[in-house]
């Protein structure tokens, strides 16, 4: 079993950053791959970014791509979301999500963080 904790989320003005992180308990988070999420008000909840379990792959929204960076630290059982040059339409509850599977999507992945909130307002 996995435990998410999400932190990093805030307000902030566009063209701003923000690193959310992402801490996982249990012995085994080296063996899932990791993504992150997000929902904003009245939309499906969507794929931004992704890593393997090693950290040799990543994958990114379209929308996103050049902006966010994802990251893993396995020692410290965290993975990280990088985000810059924030924009408006990137205002959502930020959720990482872990699974053992190949698949990077929302109806795959096993475990879910309760998920943080990133405002991005002038």
């Known amino acids: 079993q996995v435990q998410l904790v999400e932190s990093g989320g805030g307000l902030v003005q566009p063209g701003g950053s923000l690193r959310l992180s992402c801490a996982a308990s249990?012995?085994?988070?080296?063996?899932?791959?990791m993504g992150w999420f997000r929902q904003a008000p009245g939309k499906e909840r969507e794929f931004v970014a992704g890593?393997?379990?090693?950290?040799?792959?990543?994958y990114y929204k379209d929308s996103v791509k050049g902006r966010f960076t994802i990251s893993r630290d396995n020692a410290k059982n965290t993975v990280y979301l990088q985000m810059n040059s924030l924009k408006v339409e990137d205002t959502a509850v930020y959720y990482c999500?872990?699974?053992?599977?190949?698949?990077?999507?929302?109806?795959?992945?096993?475990?879910w963080g309760k998920g943080t909130l990133v405002t991005v307002s002038s």
């Open positions: 249990g012995s085994t988070f080296s063996m899932y791959a």
């Open positions: 999500a872990a699974t053992r599977g190949l698949v990077l999507v929302a109806s795959t992945m096993e475990h």
């Open positions: 890593i393997r379990w090693s950290g040799s792959s990543t």
